[in-house]
């Protein structure tokens, strides 16, 4: 009878049961979602590191990117090393297009112990290994790829590879022998060395060399072996050291995804507990009557539970299925923007797992019944006779008012505590953000009655009856009102503090490309903005637009990645003329004496490398060079936006006096005064007019890094907006209920005479008046978010000095979505009161 | 080996390629029954056969004069050649050693390069080598090949100074005191290593080259380039240590080289072939091959030499020479019936030999499998008695119906 009786309720409100199950599948799936579409990035990285790697535990590399092929002929052939490949290996791209494949060149002769799938070839007609060796442009692609660029055996295919186009002719086709085979393959442009080495400009190199060494003493012995063996400047180090390093950069960035996710939960969490609260007190007579028939409380207990339980898994499952949908939408934004500012990387499926899956259960099932123990206690613990007044429940929370808001002061000064503890640590970011925002939350009712106070003093007699009635309903309902603006609150706080937090982003960032792009034409080897190029521009091209008239200096920039202290690391060689030095500011260190100990062989490093790893002027960093580890002092700390992971600033000349690695990857041109910029780019493009280079104005290549900027914070702004939405559903579910319960009241008002026009002005004024409270709370809880957003996490995630940006703009948006909300969702019980039957409301208790 | 991988099973072009592919096809098994006959047809060896490719190649069809140390190096022109050194050593303690080392160029297509500034990686050739040891004591056989492309220093082949080399496997000339003193043939050094053995020796010549059919081009079918040039070097004084995991023996004994380069040269119907090197202790030495017909006949291309203590060559013609199998082995791994015991008359030279295996299980486990081993030999020049080393190839015998094996 019992079970019978809950189920009876909950199908009697289906909406109300609808919109908390929505509530938990948003939160859930939110949470879900992004997970899927970081762990299927992940998972795509690790496919791309294995189709690379192999079976391969070690490889040789050079410590500027490169090495000498006849390295690997000394081991093999002269000191009989075996198990070792050259591996020649660069991105190139479909012309006119962002897909990119990955080249790797290889020797079959070596091959077998390390990659199996290049077991198998597809043979064109005249044998395909000899096609591989002798081809001068021939290509092994999978059968995947091959077929979605649409080629057959034989077809010549287009490739981009640096500034120039070549083409390639596919003279086989590898089809993978399992699932993970065929992903492995994928975008794999599979060449012979020697034609890697000629279309790739990468002639007497290799990219590295694979090793394999067993994991035994004479392991450690030919490890020995092999490194005695290996010139100055080349190292033998893991396989996964680098791509340990590599994926070390995203670290930052999917803390703060998961982080943003978590908050759509959290607010989820508000709902759940305002429906599972809504029913205890909407039941309260149903409980009081139960209890009296000898029901005992730890049924009652367990029945609340049971009920929030079913509405949770529900909700988990629903939730299941919309992430894994949110997954997949996701993915596509997470990818992108990993490939604008970290690396290559395509991610062709959602990949699940039970883990994810288990999380989402977990979060689902478990906040739901943890926010439903309290109003479980509550009805357990109600006397028969007093479960059956409403009034009760409400006095019992005004009681507990000073305990409520003691706990919540508490929670902030943990939470600050926390916040303000120096640490580097992201992660205490957010456990500090937490008990803040909770803690807030919980001042949401001593708050509401403060302003119902002020309100009825103050304005109240202006108002007039339905005004006044509305704000003190606000009050006697406290225990469900307060949960819906906490929560409205939360939402639109966060909305501000996300918002805030972009805006002061973007402005800085603006501000930095202000100074930082100074010169008129920009030239690069195409491909994305900010991320390094594997491939560069020959002397020529620089030396030709120097020679050009309307020039009058041209500052290059060759851009490379280093490993440093195991975290991968921009490295910046650049030769720069003194009226171009004040595109770098600094953040320590005085400019003058900074380029002066550049000019002697010293580093600038950029705020995130000082931050990351803790240095600063007058400190010095030491790298692997081709002479061995070199010690360089920081000359200054200069502020970049342009990468998260630190950049070391070497002059030219110095660069080359360490490292080998030829050319440039972009040059800016400034022109004679007289010169107008159009003209200046027009003359430049007509001079590289038969290379493959991107060519952009000042204002072109502004106005492209801040669209790069933008879709990067894409992401961040759709789990925003889910946040709201959950946020929204709650306070409609709670509001709704709310009004729905004061069926007899209103019948009782109307019956008194109230027109119907005068009932829809209580309830909306009630509910906006909840959403003006709301969005006044949310202003201080999200100017508090705006500023941990901007000073500890921004700081802690990337290492960034950003200026926080407050826009008034921002604020009115904030209040503007908690009174519209509000207001939207009391529209619906309002037609709903208006309209009603007068009698059958009264009779209905 | 020689004629059962170059020239026999891949006549025409693409021979290593044919061993790399089938490889790399069969090594992972990554492909479905219906793709395995697919590719099976595929590389059908006729498929190869075309001498599309060939005929971009020298053929031996005319006798041109050998020179030294020019003909020690390689004969890009043509297709195929090796170096074949083998070779019978004995510990101070009288341990027996048997070696063999082995090293093919084939060349792919000479017309394809048409690179203007070619990577070091780029190659006309590919090469493999194989490396065998007999240990008869230890009743154990080793065997190992490798294949490298030859470019980026990973293999090639000069003659001056001589070197030939697959990765570590190398010989190479000696000091170059050893030419001054006028002889043609340098002394080399011969160094190959593959855990758990290890060879390095000194190669001295002690006869001159001995060129074989006429004046180096050996016939070895009926048509005008079906032969090779082909020269040997029947006595090598051989020193040096030989080692088995951590035991290193000192050793001595002989090694002989064969040198030999061609396009096309055995006919279709040839599928096998035996071949005898024999080193005999009246400082005599015979080499003979019997080429097989499919029809399990000796082809009338079969021929040999008898070499004098002086260097001289008297030549055997079939019909000189008888040939018995005294004993079969059966490999356990492939399966395959090899005649390893053998009774050799050569009725007009009053020489009657037994010819012994030092081990029955001489057989390469190499991609392609072979039986090649070191054999020992009693017998009777005249009324005296003889004895000796030698080495013996046996290929064909994988293929019992073409080798027509009820004949033999």
Redesign the interface.
């Known amino acids: 009878m019992l079970w019978r009786s809950s189920l009876r309720y909950l199908l009697k409100h289906p909406l109300q049961v609808a919109l908390s199950v929505l509530g938990v599948a948003l939160g859930v799936a939110v949470v879900v979602g992004i997970d899927l579409s970081i762990q299927s990035a992940g998972r795509a990285f690790e496919q791309s590191t294995d189709r690379v790697a192999g079976k391969a535990t070690h490889r040789v590399v050079s410590v500027d990117e490169g090495l000498n ?2 390295v ?2 000394h081991l ?5 090393i075996r198990k070792i490949a050259p591996v020649v290996e660069q991105y190139v791209y479909i012309p006119g297009t962002e897909n990119q494949l990955h080249v790797m060149g290889v ?3 070596a091959e ?1 112990p390390f990659r ?1 799938y ?6 064109a007609e ?5 096609s591989f ?4 442009s021939g290509a092994v692609l999978s059968k995947g790829t091959a077929d979605e660029l649409d080629l057959k055996i034989s077809d010549t295919l287009q490739v981009r590879v640096g500034d120039q186009i070549q083409n390639v002719e596919l003279i086989g086709i590898l ?3 399992d699932q993970y ?1 065929r992903q492995v393959l994928e975008d794999l442009l599979i060449l ?4 890697a ?2 279309m790739l400009g990468m ?2 190199k290799l990219s590295y060399i694979d090793v394999i060494i067993p994991q035994s003493e004479m392991g450690t012995v030919k490890a020995d072996r092999i490194r005695s063996l290996l010139p100055g400047g080349l190292e033998l180090q893991r396989s996964n050291t680098r791509s340990a390093a590599i994926e070390k950069m995203i670290s930052a960035f999917k803390t703060n995804l998961q982080s943003l996710s978590f908050l759509a939960l959290i607010v989820g969490m508000f709902l759940i507990y305002n429906t599972m609260t809504f029913s205890v007190l909407q039941r309260r007579a149903q409980i009081g009557r139960l209890q009296a028939l000898g029901v005992t409380r730890s049924e009652i207990f367990r029945l609340i539970l049971v009920e929030a339980g079913a509405i949770g898994l529900l909700g988990t499952v629903v939730g299941l299925v919309g992430g894994y949908v949110l997954g997949g939408g996701l993915v596509e934004l997470v990818t992108r923007t990993i490939n604008d500012i970290y690396f290559n990387l395509s991610v062709r499926e959602v990949a699940v797992n039970a883990g994810i899956i288990l999380k989402g259960v977990a979060l689902g099932l478990g906040a739901t019944l943890l926010t439903a123990l309290i109003p479980a206690r509550e009805a357990a613990r109600s006397s028969p006779r007093v479960s059956l007044s409403r009034s009760s429940v409400e006095k019992g929370l005004l009681d507990r008012l000073p305990t409520i808001s003691a706990i919540g002061f508490i929670l902030i000064g943990v939470g600050s505590a926390i916040l303000l503890y120096p640490s580097n640590q992201i992660f205490l970011g957010y456990a500090g953000l937490l008990p803040v925002i909770i803690g807030y939350a919980l001042l949401t009712p001593l708050f509401v009655v403060g302003m119902v106070w002020f309100v009825r003093r103050g304005i109240g007699s202006v108002s007039g009856l339905s005004g006044r009635m509305a704000v003190q309903n606000i009050k006697d309902q406290l225990s469900r009102s307060s949960v819906a603006i906490a929560a409205l609150a939360v939402a639109v706080a966060a909305t501000i503090g996300v918002s805030t937090s972009i805006s002061s982003f973007r402005d800085t960032v603006e501000n930095w490309l202000q100074y930082r792009l100074q010169a008129d034409v920009f030239v690069s080897v195409p491909g994305n903005v900010s991320r390094r190029q594997a491939r560069t521009m020959d002397e020529e091209v620089v030396s030709d637009i120097k020679d050009l008239g309307e020039v009058k200096a041209v500052h290059t920039l060759l851009r490379t990645s280093r490993i440093y202290e195991g975290s991968v690391v921009d490295m910046e060689a650049i030769e720069i003329t003194l009226p171009g030095r004040d595109r770098y500011r600094f953040k320590e260190g005085d400019p003058k004496q900074a380029w002066n100990i550049l000019e002697k062989g010293g580093v600038l490093i950029s705020e995130p490398m000082a931050f990351d790893h803790e240095v600063t002027v007058g400190d010095s960093i030491n790298l692997e060079t081709r002479r061995g580890k070199r010690s360089f002092p920081v000359g200054g700390v200069f502020y970049d936006y342009s990468s998260d992971i630190g950049t070391i600033l070497m002059d030219r000349g110095i660069f080359n006096n360490h490292y080998r690695e030829q050319g440039y990857t972009s040059f800016s041109i400034v022109g004679h005064s007289n010169v107008e910029a159009e003209q200046l780019t027009d003359v430049v493009e007509r001079k590289l007019a038969n290379r493959q280079l991107s060519i952009r104005s000042n204002k072109e290549l502004r106005t492209l890094s801040m669209q790069i900027f933008d879709r990067t914070f894409t992401v961040t702004r759709v789990l925003q907006m889910l946040t709201v939405l959950v946020a929204l559903i709650g306070v409609f579910s709670a509001l709704m209920a709310i009004q729905l319960e004061r069926t007899r009241e209103i019948g009782m008002l109307r019956a008194l005479g109230f027109t119907r026009r005068q009932i829809s002005g209580v309830m909306l004024g009630q509910t906006g008046a909840m959403g003006t409270i709301a969005g006044l709370l949310a202003l201080p809880l999200g100017f508090v978010l705006a500023v941990v957003l901007v000073y500890v996490i921004n700081k802690r995630s990337f290492g960034w000095t950003l200026e926080l940006a407050w826009s008034y703009e921002v604020l009115w948006q904030a209040m503007g979505i908690a009174v519209g909300a509000a207001l939207l969702s009391g529209l619906y019980p309002a037609i709903k009161m208006a309209g009603m039957n007068v009698v059958r409301a009264l009779r209905e208790e | 080996m020689k004629y059962m991988i170059f020239m026999n099973r891949c006549i025409s072009t693409n021979s290593i390629i044919l061993i790399l592919l089938t490889g790399l096809l069969t090594h992972g098994c990554g492909l479905s029954e219906e793709e395995k006959g697919r590719s099976d047809s595929q590389y059908r060896v006729s498929d190869f056969m075309s001498g599309r490719d060939t005929a971009l190649f020298k053929r031996a069809d005319k006798p041109r004069p050998i020179q030294f140390p020019r003909d020690l190096g390689a004969h890009p022109a043509y297709k195929t050649e090796w170096w074949y050194y083998t070779g019978n050593l004995s510990a101070d303690n009288g341990r027996r050693f048997g070696y063999e080392l082995t090293i093919f160029r084939s060349g792919l297509r000479p017309d394809a390069l048409k690179i203007g500034n070619p990577s070091a990686w780029r190659t006309k050739h590919l090469y493999m080598a194989h490396l065998a040891i007999t240990d008869a004591a230890g009743e154990e056989f080793y065997s190992y090949e490798r294949y490298a492309r030859g470019a980026a220093g990973l293999a090639g082949a000069q003659s001056d100074p001589f070197k030939v080399w697959l990765e570590n496997w190398q010989v190479r000339r000696g000091s170059e005191s050893s030419l001054s003193s006028g002889k043609k043939i340098p002394d080399m050094l011969l160094q190959a290593q593959a855990e758990p053995i290890s060879l390095d020796l000194r190669l001295q010549s002690v006869k001159p080259p001995v060129l074989q059919g006429d004046r180096g081009l050996d016939q070895k079918g009926p048509e005008s380039g079906n032969a090779s040039y082909y020269f040997s070097l029947t006595r090598l004084e051989s020193k040096g240590t030989l080692s088995i995991g951590k035991k290193s023996f000192e050793v001595t004994g002989w090694s002989w080289m064969d040198r030999e380069w061609s396009t096309s040269a055995l006919g279709k119907d040839q599928v096998g072939w035996d071949w005898f090197a024999l080193q005999l202790s009246d400082n005599r030495e015979i080499m003979y091959y019997r080429l097989c017909n499919k029809d399990g006949s000796a082809s009338a291309y079969s021929n040999g030499v008898i070499i004098d203590s002086t260097g001289q060559k008297i030549s055997i013609a079939p019909d000189d020479i008888s040939i018995a199998p005294q004993a079969y082995w059966t490999s356990p791994t492939t399966g395959v019936r090899y005649p390893v015991r053998w009774q050799m008359n050569i009725p007009e030279q009053n020489i009657k030999l037994e010819i012994i295996p030092l081990l029955e299980n001489q057989e390469l486990q190499t991609r392609f499998k072979y039986w090649e081993g070191a054999v020992s030999i009693i017998g009777k020049y005249k009324n005296e008695t003889l004895d000796g080393y030698g080495y013996v190839e046996l290929t064909g015998y994988d293929d019992e119906v073409n080798r027509g094996s009820s004949k033999r």
Request: charged fraction near 25%.
């Open positions: 092929d006849s690997y002929t093999r052939a002269r000191h009989g020797d079959p002769f077998p199996p290049l077991e198998q070839l597809q043979a005249d044998g395909p290994l000899s060796l002798m081809h001068p089809k993978g022998r085979n012979d060395v020697s034609t080495q000629e002639k007497g």
